[in-house]
């Protein structure tokens, strides 16, 4: 099929596929909403080929990282990243867990030496929390060493 002459007149499925690109490119940050709005209108409006093609001069068809070369092939099949202890992702509820304890202790030190209580009421979050925040992390961490084994490495 030949290119389509600038002055031949334009379908609906033309306009609603231009529209459909106006969307994407929005959704992408190209396009702010004013400029969204003032395009689409112009869309709609285009009763040419060449004023269509006019409203989506500067604008790729297509999403750039979708070109290839942005993510390796096999990106989708990569193993995700060890987790550790020193893992922000463990690290950060641990140490959370020691700043409030902590707090909740000095609390109760003080509450004790000036003699206003003397029931160890601290243990009651450190105790839960910490047996919470153990399963959690031998949970995820064996998790971890488990798929690790599934992949054939075991």
Known sequence: MSEPVPSMRTSDGERDRVAQLLQEQFAQGRLDQDE?????GQAYKARTVGELAEVTRD?????????????????EFAAPPRISMRDPALLVPWMLYAGVNVLCFVIWL????????????FLWVLGPWGIVMG??????????RWQAGDDGSA
């Open 135 to 144: 399963v959690v992390t031998v949970g995820v961490l064996g998790a971890q």
């Open 59 to 75: 604008l790729p068809e297509r999403d750039l990282a979708d070109l290839g070369g942005a993510q390796p092939r096999d990106a």
């Open 110 to 121: 003080i509450l004790f030496l000036t003699g206003q209580n003397d029931y160890p009421w």
């Open 36 to 40: 969204f709005s003032e395009r689409l």
